[in-house]
């Protein structure tokens, strides 16, 4: 690998750029397709009653956040978001849907918004494990990655030292992408 500090030998390498998946791999020869995807978080005020799961509803997601508040966000949100929807009334409008989901937050306020390019695989599942025509390289790419990234990163590690594919994670490699792409 060449850094702007010079040159450095691996034996292995996991690739995990997330929204850079495609442009860094592409000159590689390695052709996974994953979109740069704008979205739009808002984070409430701490909560007295903290959520401890993530929690999917009909046009929301939420989670605990760090700062002891709530992550919110939503698909349809984010598509408005990237048409240059107002991030102020967005996070309001995500704090609504919030209060029917979680009654809690009809007390809270947004205090934060959190706009961002995210990783979206080409069919929108989580890509993890060796990189077609390497064969000491890995990748994970997600958009899952604030759930799924721990998980994700101890299977593919366990892998890489273990040389031995999960089975797990045979849904998710990014070879299907080879498949579909010599069938099409």
Do not use: Y
């Not at 052709?31 to 005020?45: E, F, H, K, M, N």
């Not at 349809?76 to 609504?96: Q, R």
């Not at 990189?131 to 997600?142: D, K, L, R, S, Y």
Request: net charge positive.
């Amino acid at each position: 690998m060449v850094t702007d500090h010079g040159e450095l030998a691996a034996q292995s390498v996991l690739v995990c750029v997330g929204p850079s998946t495609q442009a860094f791999l592409e000159p590689l020869g390695a052709v996974i397709p994953v979109d740069r995807v704008p979205g739009l978080l808002a984070v409430t005020s701490p909560t007295s009653a903290p959520l401890r799961r993530v929690v999917h509803a009909p046009g929301l997601h939420l989670r605990p956040d760090a700062t002891g508040g709530l992550l919110l966000g939503a698909e349809d949100v984010d598509t408005l978001a990237s048409n240059s929807g107002s991030p102020v009334a967005l996070g309001e409008l995500l704090l609504e849907r919030a209060a029917r989901v979680f009654p809690v937050a009809r007390q809270l306020k947004v205090a934060d918004r959190r706009i961002g390019v995210r990783p979206m695989p080409g069919d929108r599942h989580t890509i993890a494990g060796r990189i077609p025509g390497f064969t000491n390289a890995w990748m994970i790419a997600t958009h899952s990655g604030i759930t799924l990234g721990p998980l994700l990163g101890r299977l593919v590690a366990d892998e890489i030292v273990r040389a031995a594919p999960s089975p797990v994670l045979a849904p998710f490699r990014p070879d299907r992408f080879l498949t579909s792409a010599a069938t099409a």
